[in-house]
């Protein structure tokens, strides 16, 4: 399922704020109420069963709230994945943790407790429903009002309202089914693709260098240092300087990132593939667990951006083990897997001499990993192959030149970076 976002400010009609600050508050409470029940100091002993939460608060928190029931379990549900992420910082990443506490206003909003209507919404309370009325921008044009709320291919499925200097926002979440047949993709071309937290951001199989990883880390380092200088002058038009330049900074990180993880999408078109490949972020956050929280982040982003823009497309992104992807060696007629093979950016086969760029190399595996993930199962045993830059290599190692004609695909052009 495809899911997208977008913010529309609302009118709340006939005092209807007083009681969705209100619900506001108790919904606050209820997530707060199940969060102090799973929590331990002993994070071994952390609950975060959203069914073992449910058994043990769901009656006391409908007895100490208005809340309908589908709001007490959206609180439950809130209070259950802050408790999951708590355990996955500490378990995972290492790091020290601390009780979830809930603050600010936030409402989880389900088919049963919101409607949609053309011009206004109807919102459950703790007394009853409120009405609120659509403020949408004078020009939608290339928005994601234009792109998704007039779109009748995506689907409005439920809602979290936010209240932001007396102003209420509400974050609609929007549904489309894939067009991608799995079944089908399973018999198609895969892109390989490597992502990295320096050197560069993406190396695909198809031998494409994307986006720079060291300027982005630069970037990031100057802010910090603008930041820190701020800090110590402790004015406050400084601290307004630091909230200035933190969402300049955020919004050009983020739409550079949005830039290679298009790239990369274009990558996988221009070579008509099926599926994107790429390694399993959890499987691999021990191994860039020395990287700063912002590489770290990146890292998660960028491969976020990658699957979203790659489904608008019917293009398959699926994960494979990262293990040993930079030490085997890919040329098909080989497969030595060494440490040595690798030596920063190079790479050299101790057994059969193949040279490479490391981080093409690891593509290259990434690809064919996915290919032999796809052989086992049973599927497209006879046609998967792995994109490359000189051709394609099934997963029994046959190679296949590009013809003269080149790719059979649109060509696009990569955004430039």
Not at 14 to 24: E, I, K, M, S, Y
Request: aromatic share 10%.
């Amino acid at each position: 399922m495809l899911n997208r976002n977008c913010e529309v400010k609302l009118n709340v009609r006939n005092d209807g704020d007083v009681l969705l600050d209100a619900t506001f508050e108790q919904f606050r409470q209820a997530a707060q109420s199940v969060a102090d029940y799973g929590w331990s100091d002993n994070p071994a002993n952390i609950i975060d069963s959203k069914s073992e939460l449910n058994d043990a608060t769901y009656d006391d928190v409908r007895e100490q709230t208005d809340l309908v029931a589908n709001h007490v379990q959206a609180a439950r549900s809130l209070a259950a994945e802050a408790l999951d992420s708590c355990k996955e910082l500490y378990f995972e990443e290492d790091q020290a943790i601390s009780k979830p506490t809930f603050r600010g206003s936030v409402i989880i909003y389900d088919s049963r407790t919101i409607t949609f209507n053309d011009d206004h919404c109807t919102l459950s309370t703790i007394d009853g429903r409120v009405t609120a009325e659509y403020v949408f921008p004078e020009d939608t044009s290339n928005t994601p009002f234009e792109t998704y709320w007039n779109s009748d291919e995506w689907e409005k499925s439920s809602a979290t309202l936010h209240k932001r200097d007396d102003t209420y926002y509400l974050h609609v979440n929007f549904q489309q089914e894939p067009e991608t047949d799995t079944s089908t993709v399973e018999n198609g071309t895969v892109l390989g693709v490597d992502f990295n937290v320096d050197g560069y951001l993406a190396v695909t199989s198809t031998g494409a260098f994307l986006g720079n990883a060291d300027f982005l880390n630069h970037k990031r380092d100057v802010y910090e240092r603008k930041r820190s200088n701020l800090q110590q002058t402790g004015t406050r038009s400084a601290h307004l300087t630091i909230q200035s330049i933190g969402n300049r900074f955020r919004n050009w990180g983020e739409d550079y990132l949005h830039r290679v993880a298009l790239a990369v999408v274009c990558e996988a078109r221009r070579h008509d593939c099926d599926a994107i490949a790429i390694e399993n972020l959890k499987q691999i956050r021990e191994g860039i667990s020395n990287a700063s929280k912002f590489q770290q982040w990146a890292f998660k982003q960028l491969q976020e951006f990658v699957t979203y823009k790659a489904e608008d497309h019917g293009i398959l992104v699926d994960d494979v083990r990262p293990q040993y992807t930079s030490q085997r060696c890919s040329h098909s007629e080989c497969g030595f897997t060494h440490e040595d093979n690798r030596d920063g950016d190079a790479f050299e086969c101790l057994k059969c001499g193949k040279e490479l760029h490391a981080d093409y190399n690891a593509a290259r595996n990434i690809g064919w990993r996915l290919l032999q993930h796809w052989l086992k199962s049973g599927a497209g045993r006879a046609n998967c192959q792995v994109a490359l830059k000189s051709g394609t290599v099934t997963g029994n190692g046959e190679f296949s030149p590009t013809t003269s004609s080149g790719s059979t695909g649109s060509p696009l052009t990569s955004p430039r970076l």
